[in-house]
């Protein structure tokens, strides 16, 4: 009786795994707001061309790099989310020496408006918003000499 009575008292309070086991995107906590961003975009130089290991990131959020052709993908969530419209800035960071050229660091500020909204629920305080198609373009760091590039 004494289990039985325990087991009802932490389901009843919401301690139960059951809901956390619907290996969705989604985080497993009752009523809290969640809005997934993403950007993608390319970075490259003044001469059009593709700029590889090129750091990019937010304020308070991880980092991802830019791949062979330049191209990156960068998401994060907000909790609580902002109102809209939601303006970020994106940082980029040549973080690789001159391994593929020097380029000084740039920011880029994003906003996110609710017509950007690709997936669930209406309002501000759930569901995914995309930006693509964002390009960014970096110029020649000019801290370095001609001898390091």
């Given at each position: 009786?004494k289990?039985?009575l325990?087991?009802?008292i932490?389901?009843?309070?919401g301690f139960?795994?059951?809901?956390?086991?619907d290996?969705?995107?989604l985080?497993?906590?009752?009523?809290t707001?969640?809005v997934?961003?993403?950007?993608?975009?390319?970075?490259?130089?003044k001469?059009?061309?593709?700029?590889?290991?090129?750091?990019?990131?937010?304020?308070s959020?991880y980092?991802?790099?830019?791949?062979?052709?330049?191209?990156?993908?960068?998401?994060?969530?907000?909790?609580?989310?902002?109102?809209?419209?939601?303006?970020?800035?994106?940082?980029?960071?040549?973080?690789d020496?001159?391994?593929?050229?020097?380029?000084?660091?740039?920011?880029?500020?994003?906003?996110?408006?609710?017509?950007d909204?690709?997936?669930?629920?209406?309002?501000w305080?759930?569901?995914?918003?995309?930006?693509?198609?964002?390009?960014?373009?970096?110029?020649?760091?000019?801290?370095?000499?001609?001898?390091?590039?």
């Amino acid at each position: 009786m004494k289990n039985k009575l325990i087991w009802l008292i932490l389901s009843l309070l919401g301690f139960s795994t059951a809901a956390c086991n619907d290996n969705s995107d989604l985080p497993c906590e009752y009523g809290t707001p969640h809005v997934n961003f993403s950007v993608k975009g390319k970075v490259q130089n003044k001469a059009g061309e593709p700029i590889p290991g090129i750091e990019v990131s937010a304020p308070s959020q991880y980092a991802t790099h830019t791949n062979e052709e330049g191209v990156f993908v960068y998401n994060w969530d907000e909790w609580p989310p902002q109102q809209f419209p939601y303006e970020t800035t994106i940082e980029f960071r040549d973080t690789d020496g001159a391994e593929n050229g020097s380029y000084a660091d740039q920011q880029l500020t994003v906003t996110f408006k609710e017509e950007d909204q690709t997936a669930g629920a209406s309002g501000w305080s759930e569901g995914s918003y995309a930006l693509s198609d964002i390009e960014v373009t970096l110029e020649s760091d000019p801290n370095e000499t001609e001898s390091h590039r």
